[in-house]
C-alpha cells in the first residue's frame, strides 16, 4: 500500500520513510505544502502522514483542500505544536488521528495501521478470510496455520485485497498502491504478480474478474 508523507524536516521524513518501507508500505515523501496538496489531489494513497508546519501551504489547508475536493484517504496528522485547540482543528478539518512530536515510530506506524484498517471497514488487526489469515501487525500471511513466504511487493498485495475484501479491485488501483509514483509502472506487472501470489498459495484466494479486477471473497477459498 502506498502511503503520502508530507513533512518538511529532512531527518525525520527520512526515518519515517525507513520506517514505514520497513513495515510493508511504499512511501511517496514529500517537503513542500503545495507539492503534498497536488500529489494528493492526483494520485491514490491508502493513507497520508502530514506535518501541520509544512512550507508552501501548511498542513490545515492541505487537508481542508483534500477533504473539500472529496479525497478522503485516512490522513495522520503530525505536529510539533501541543495545544489542545490545534488537535481538535485538525481533526474538525477532517484528520483521522493526531500524533504530537516526537512521537515513538513505533507508534506512528501502529496508528497508521488502525486508521488504514478503519478505512477498509476492518477494526482487528488480524483479517480471516476462509482458511487464508493476514496478520497486518506482523506482516504474515498464513494458510491453516502455516505461514507463506511473500515478498514484500506480494505481501503488498494480498494485503491490499484482504484488506478491500469483498470488493473488486481495479488493476490500475492495485499498480498505483504497489509501486512509488517514481517507478515506472510496467502494464502487466499486477498480473504477472497475482500469477507469483498464486502459485504460492495451497488455495484460490484471489479471484480475477476480467475486465474489471481481482476480489477476495469472505467465503470458502478451497480450491
Known amino acids: 500500500m502506498r502511503i ?17 518501507e520497513a513495515s510493508g508500505y511504499v512511501v511517496d515523501g514529500e517537503a513542500n505544502g503545495e507539492e503534498a496538496w497536488f500529489m494528493g489531489d492526483t494520485e491514490t494513497y491508502a493513507a497520508a502522514v502530514l506535518d501541520l508546519g509544512l512550507p508552501g501551504m501548511d498542513g490545515l489547508s492541505v487537508l481542508k483542500r483534500w477533504r473539500a475536493a472529496g479525497r478522503d484517504f485516512p490522513v495522520l496528522v503530525l505536529t510539533a505544536r501541543g495545544a489542545w485547540t490545534e488537535r481538535v482543528e485538525g481533526i474538525d478539518a477532517g484528520a483521522d488521528d493526531y500524533l504530537p512530536k516526537p512521537f515513538r515510530m513505533e507508534e506512528l506506524v501502529a496508528r497508521l495501521r488502525a486508521i488504514i484498517r478503519r478505512s477498509g471497514g476492518q477494526a482487528n488487526p488480524v483479517v480471516i478470510v476462509g482458511d487464508a489469515e493476514l496478520d497486518t501487525r506482523q506482516m504474515r500471511l498464513s494458510v491453516r496455520g502455516v505461514p507463506i513466504n511473500l515478498s514484500p511487493q506480494e505481501y503488498r498485495l494480498v494485503a491490499y485485497l484482504m484488506l478491500h475484501k469483498g470488493r473488486v479491485v481495479p488493476q490500475q488501483e492495485l499498480s498505483e498502491h504497489l509501486q512509488s509514483v517514481h517507478f515506472e509502472r510496467e502494464s502487466n506487472a499486477v498480473e504477472v504478480l497475482v500469477g507469483r501470489v498464486r502459485r504460492k498459495l495451497p488455495i484460490a484466494l484471489i479471484e480475477t474478474r476480467r475486465g474489471f479486477g481481482y476480489i477476495v471473497n469472505d467465503a470458502d477459498t478451497a480450491p
Open 4 to 20: 503520502l508523507l508530507a513533512e518538511d524536516d529532512d531527518r525525520i521524513r527520512a526515518d519515517v520513510s525507513r520506517a514505514l
